[in-house]
């Protein structure tokens, strides 16, 4: 009769002494030195298996019987790994694989997209305004002169409709030439932007159409709950190793929530395109914008694409006088 | 070598009995589910964790037990959570209330000394809230770890924990500027053992300050020793991007290079700093262990004897920290088993009376607030 050598104790105390399990049809049977007693399986209370951790299997009075043999135990249950289980197992940590991998790729900015669509408008909008004071806290005041401000606000109000859409005007300091559009519909565009498009009011109208594209898709929001999932997994992945591998997960964060921002700017892209065309502006105005942009910043170098949080400029005209041609714009 | 009574019996070693084989399985499902839950199961699998490697850990042909409750563990945490963070977060508030009621630029004091009152309660909460966390998280740990059915039992309360775990060696580093750190660490750990307790026995700790000194001593040196290759390496890509920089053609592809030699710069930073705190401190806890678990007692029943090489330590944080690099994570099941076996493989105990008369003291009760403050400091551990 093959059994199950391990030590008994008696609730409460240390001292133990050598017991032996054995089955007898569907009741398990303890003996000692002292004598045997019997219990039905299903009235036992027996830990899962742990690889080479200590079992342990507790009586109805309150006794336990621990044991080292894992496998004697098992084998005892009926609980033997056969094939078809080993197989079973093989086939739990494949799918187990692909779906955290599906879940990644798919889920996470489902996930993300589903949690600022439940975000209050107004904690969006105070969300925005948090930025926007972050903003005037880099910039200065602005020195434009009453004709350019009227001329920036004129254009901006053939925008409404579709979202809000407040202009705000800043002298933008080191941020330069540029326009930011903050969750709820505040638009920052700087002194050196209305400067370097001065006399081109399609240009500006573009690139105030293509920050109204973030504010219509709600991608300010949008970035922050990726970034936010994105964080949460990275953290799991390399979960408690610290140190090291933090700074390496730290890297990956950047260039996914990177990857995700290069997408919203493609959209709000082809946003502005859209909205221009219906205005009666040919896209190319946008190309033209991104181009002087572009030119006007030479000084910095593009990073390496996926260490930016834009798509190259070139790719970005080139999509443009695609859906240019496409809208019948020469 | 003394020649006390207890040295002359034979010890008898703990032993670990797992394998990177064995764990591997369970590490698995472990990492796959967290990813999968985006982190919800993390409790479930740190009580896996816990099961598995004290469960495959035994004195005596007996093995210890956790009975940790993966549910438990997540209340904890959402409690400790939502005490700490909420609480920082009212205080905050409150600051930047009072803080924007003052009219203007011009400061009234009398709304400026609130302000200054309430910021000055951050830390103050912070002190008291943690100190209970610890406390409660240390309470956790004991009672639901046992060995031969009898569950070990913390004794402090949350005054001595503030006091010996938080306030005395904040003190004691800051005065010193951390040139003592050894005693605020030796001042903690000294509180965490003299207040462990096993069938109503209390614990009387070792007393080797040398022993903690080595620890110091050996993770400053083997922390720059095995973090020289990486700081060679970004040394060496640092000058390549520079020399590239020197002789590139055009000024875009100038640029670029300077762009990368910045971002270089940065990483390094990180790159060297953090892995030589990794090491460094695998040595320094190592020497606190044995400061003082070496000789520590437990009233009349056992000795315990605890000496780890400093220089192990060092080693096996060191090459497992590379090992995990290089295959992204996936070495992680053997260098925790690596570790634990190596944290075991130091310790023996002597048994000085009869087993007979150790009897439970207290019924264990649970709940795990406080254990993840606990990990986020580093505090416990075997």
Redesign the interface.
């Known amino acids: 009769m093959s059994g199950v050598d391990g030590q008994l104790f008696a609730p409460g105390y240390a001292q133990s002494s050598l017991a032996r399990l054995t089955r007898k049809g569907d009741t398990l049977c303890l003996s000692t030195t002292a004598g045997e007693t019997t219990a039905p399986i299903a009235q036992l209370k027996i830990s899962p298996a742990l690889g080479a951790a200590q079992r342990r299997v507790e009586w109805p009075n309150g006794w336990v019987f621990v044991t080292f043999d894992a496998k004697g135990l098992e084998a005892l249950l009926g609980r033997a790994p056969t094939p078809a289980r080993r197989l079973a197992l093989a086939a739990a940590i494949v799918i187990g694989l692909v779906l955290t991998g599906l879940g990644l790729w798919f889920g996470l900015p489902a996930a993300a997209d589903l949690a600022a669509a439940l975000t209050p408008p107004a904690l969006e909008r105070e969300l925005g305004a948090m930025t926007v004071r972050a903003l005037e806290h880099e910039t200065k005041p602005s020195a434009a002169t009453e004709a350019q401000r009227a001329a920036a606000l004129a254009v901006a109000a053939r925008l409404q409709g579709d979202a809000p859409l407040t202009l705000v005007i800043r002298d933008g300091g080191k941020i330069g030439a540029n326009a930011l559009a903050t969750p709820g519909g505040t638009v920052v565009v700087t002194d050196q932007l209305l400067r370097l498009l001065a006399g081109d009011d399609e240009a500006l109208l573009a690139v105030l159409a293509h920050e109204q594209g973030h504010v219509a898709r709600r991608h300010g929001l949008r970035v922050m709950a990726r970034s936010a999932l994105i964080a949460l997994a990275f953290g799991v992945l390399v979960g408690d190793v610290g140190s090291l591998t933090a700074v390496v997960a730290d890297f990956g964060h950047q260039i996914a929530v990177n990857a995700y921002t290069r997408d919203f700017e493609r959209e709000a892209d082809a946003f502005a395109a859209e909205k221009l065309h219906r205005l009666g502006v040919s896209p190319l105005a946008l190309a033209r914008a991104l181009e002087k942009l572009a030119a006007n910043d030479k000084s910095h170098a593009e990073p390496p694409a996926y260490l930016s949080s834009h798509p190259p400029t070139a790719e970005r005209v080139a999509a443009l006088k695609t859906l240019a041609e496409q809208a019948g714009y020469k | 070598m003394s020649l006390s009574r207890p040295d002359a019996a034979p010890a008898k070693p703990i032993l670990f ?3 990177t084989g ?2 591997f ?2 590490w ?2 472990n ?6 839950t ?2 919800i199961y ?1 409790p479930w699998a740190r009580a ?1 964790d816990r ?2 490697f ?3 850990t ?1 004195l005596d ?3 210890f ?1 956790r009975h940790d409750d993966g549910w438990k563990i997540f209340v904890g945490l959402l409690l400790s959570g939502l005490i700490l963070g909420g609480g920082v977060m009212v205080l905050q508030f409150a600051v930047m209330f009072v803080s924007s009621t003052v009219p203007g630029q011009q400061e009234s004091s009398a709304l400026g000394g609130v302000a200054v009152g309430v910021s000055l309660l951050i830390p103050l909460f912070l002190l008291v809230a943690l100190s209970y966390m610890y406390y409660k998280g240390l309470r956790y740990r004991c009672r639901v770890t046992s ?4 569950h070990f039992r913390f004794l402090g309360d949350w005054k001595g924990t503030a006091l010996n775990l938080l306030i005395a060696p904040v003190m004691v580093n800051m005065f010193s500027m951390y040139l003592l750190a050894p005693l605020g660490s030796k001042i903690s750990a000294t509180y965490l053992v003299k207040n462990i307790e096993w ?1 109503g026995r209390k614990v009387h700790p070792g007393d080797d300050m040398g022993k903690i000194w080595a620890g110091l001593g050996v993770g400053l040196l083997m922390g720059v020793v095995l973090v020289a290759p990486i700081a060679v390496l970004v040394g060496l890509i640092g000058a390549a991007l520079g020399a590239g920089a020197l002789f590139a053609a055009d000024s ?1 592809e ?3 290079a ?2 990368m030699i910045i ?1 270089v710069a940065y ?1 390094s930073m ?2 060297i700093f ?2 030589f ?2 090491i460094f401190l695998a040595s320094f806890r190592v020497g606190v262990r044995n400061g003082v678990w070496h000789r520590a007692q437990l009233e009349g029943l056992a000795q315990l004897q605890c000496q780890l090489s400093p220089w192990r330590a060092a080693w096996i944080a060191g090459s497992s ?1 590379y090992a ?2 290089f295959t992204l ?1 996936l070495a ?1 099941a053997w260098a925790k088993v690596r570790m634990w076996r190596f944290l075991v493989s130091g310790l023996s105990v002597v048994m000085l009376g009869d ?2 008369a ?3 003291s207290h019924q264990p009760e649970i709940d795990a607030i406080g254990d993840g403050p606990l ?1 986020d400091a580093g505090i416990g551990g075997l």
């Open positions: 009995h797992g394998s064995d764990y399985p369970i698995l499902k990492t796959l589910l967290r990813l999968a985006l982190g993390g896996n099961r598995y004290w469960g495959a035994s042909g007996v093995g037990e060995w031969r059915g009898l069938a875009m100038k640029d670029q300077f762009f971002l990483g990180l790159l953090m892995p705190a990794h920290l995990t690099l994570g992680r087993l007979a150790a009897v439970a990990d």
